[in-house]
């Protein structure tokens, strides 16, 4: 039996994938960490800053980079109905940037590599999932209903939503 309170747990997150001359800019993650492997920079973001201003601040935080042009791609959700807790990580492309690498970089060494080599890396399977997204043209959005009882996806949901294929309303 499930049981779910009234009180729900939002986590905001976010993730860059940044990309230059067919290569993207990677971090493989200590297991020390939690998420071993290699994955795009991005992290929390804080109250009450904006989700793409977190964006930003982590790229720096995690690479170095100033990012000046950001494009969203897409969200990607993670419910855990048992704890009652959300992840929605907020996804960009980053081809605009200025500054150099950090030598000693926090979250895990730095790696530039070629898109179509960055499958031969180890990665989470939901990174890895997520990967093609940012590349293609317009959104996507992946939600996903975990059941820690079962110990599987419940439920998802993916879409890709085309550039000719969004329409945007002006609510006032």
């Avoid at 960009?92 to 530039?112: A, M, S």
């Avoid at 996903?144 to 002006?170: C, G, L, P, R």
Wanted: with cysteine.
């Amino acid at each position: 039996m499930i049981v779910l309170s009234n009180h729900i747990e939002v986590k905001i997150l976010t993730m860059c994938m940044i990309e230059k001359d067919g290569k993207v800019l990677l971090i493989n993650r200590p297991d020390r960490l939690g998420f071993p492997g290699y994955l795009a920079p991005g992290g929390k973001v804080d109250f009450p800053e904006s989700i793409v201003s977190g964006a930003i601040r982590e790229v720096k935080e995690e690479t170095g980079l100033l990012v000046t042009d950001i494009v969203y791609k897409g969200l990607d959700e993670f419910c855990e109905l048992e704890k009652g807790s959300r992840y929605m990580v907020f996804n960009y492309l980053v081809r605009d940037f200025e500054g150099e690498l950090l030598e000693n970089p926090p979250e895990g060494d730095l790696l530039w590599i070629e898109k179509e080599k960055a499958f031969d890396l180890p990665m989470q399977d939901w990174f890895k999932r997520r990967f093609p997204y940012f590349f293609q043209s317009g959104t996507f959005e992946m939600s996903f209903i975990w059941s820690q009882s079962k110990n599987k996806v419940i439920y998802q949901t993916i879409k890709h939503y085309d550039e000719s294929a969004v329409k945007v309303t002006e609510v006032v």
